[in-house]
Every structure is written in structure tokens, then in C-alpha cells.
């Protein structure tokens, strides 16, 4: 039976690696997770079992990623621009 808890992390310079303790190793790029890629190796290195074993947590980073969205191959969701409001003219007038 295939057990898709966290076993173990690993970083190269453009990837993430994440053991299971089935023996299965997840390997997806860093980029698509821009927080990982601008992190600190120290930061990196700050990583927690999160979820009953089923998720990976870095505080320093605000960062959380599941075993079922990597093996997804799920990259991080698209950071949203604030909208855009037009902006109400006002006039004023120096007396």
C-alpha cells in the first residue's frame, strides 16, 4: 500500500526534492514555487512534517505544500494583482 507520508526533504539549486516513506521521490522545479526559490538556504533548511505527515511547513517562509498537490505536479497559484479601482476626481479650489 502506497504510504505518501513525508519521509525527507531535499534542495539543488533549481529543484525540490521530497522522499516518501513508500520509497517514492518527488522531484519538482523550484521555480514553481517562488517563495522556496528566493528562500535563504538557512530558510530552507527550516522545514517542518505538517498535516499528519501528509505536508511539508516552512515558518520562515509562510510556506505550505501537500504530498497529494506534488504529486499532482501542482505549482504554486498565481498571486492575484490587487484590482484596479478608478479613482474618483475630486476638484478643489483655492480660495
Known amino acids: 500500500m502506497a504510504d505518501e507520508r513525508v519521509l525527507g526533504v531535499e534542495f539543488t539549486d533549481d529543484a525540490l ?3 516518501l516513506r513508500d520509497g517514492r521521490v518527488i522531484t519538482v522545479p523550484l ?3 517562488p517563495r522556496l526559490l528566493n ?3 538557512e530558510q530552507l533548511r527550516n522545514w ?3 498535516g499528519g505527515g501528509y505536508g ?3 515558518p520562515d517562509l509562510d510556506e505550505d505544500l501537500s ?3 506534488l504529486l499532482r505536479g501542482a505549482p504554486a497559484p498565481k498571486a492575484h494583482a490587487p484590482a484596479k479601482y478608478p479613482t474618483k476626481r475630486t476638484s478643489s ?3
Do not use: C, D, F, N
Open 93 to 95: 479650489r483655492v480660495r
Open 31 to 33: 521555480a514553481w514555487y
Open 48 to 50: 517542518k512534517i505538517a
Open 17 to 19: 526534492s521530497v522522499s
Open 39 to 41: 528562500a535563504t538556504p
Open 56 to 58: 511539508l511547513h516552512w
Open 67 to 69: 504530498t497529494e498537490g
